[in-house]
Nanobody
Framework: QVRLVDSGGTLVQAGGSLRLSCAAS????????MGWYRQAPGKQRESVAT???????NYVDSVVGRFTISRDNAKNTVYLQMNSLKPEDTAVYYC???????????WGQGTQVTVSS
């Protein structure tokens, strides 16, 4: 059974940094694409960053150069390093795992990031 546990969200001032963590269990290495999504109040959930089993990454344009997604396969953990945070980054951030064979999506419970101006 796949389980994702998000953590690391908090209140931070604009220009600050945060690192989100996603501890994954029940996932076989190499079978999932991992990513972070976010949902701000009144907006749709959007993909922020994706990391593939080979290590390649993708980012939404608004975070390029500021956010970095990484994974530690030994710890089954995915990270999102967020620098130069802006008030518009305020949202609930969700870890996502998508099985590359079944296309089933798994979600973490979400962690709140609030950036004050």
């Amino acid at each position: 059974q796949v389980r994702l546990v998000d953590s690391g969200g908090t209140l931070v001032q604009a220009g600050g940094s945060l690192r989100l963590s996603c501890a994954a269990s029940g996932i076989i290495s190499g079978t999932n694409v991992m990513g972070w999504y976010r949902q701000a109040p009144g907006k749709q959930r959007e993909s922020v960053a994706t990391i593939y089993s080979g290590g390649s990454t993708n980012y939404v344009d608004s975070v390029v150069g500021r956010f970095t997604i990484s994974r530690d396969n030994a710890k089954n953990t995915v990270y999102l390093q967020m620098n130069s945070l802006k008030p518009e980054d305020t949202a609930v951030y969700y870890c996502n795992a998508r099985n590359i064979y079944s296309n089933i999506n798994y979600w973490g419970q979400g962690t709140q990031v609030t950036v004050s101006s």
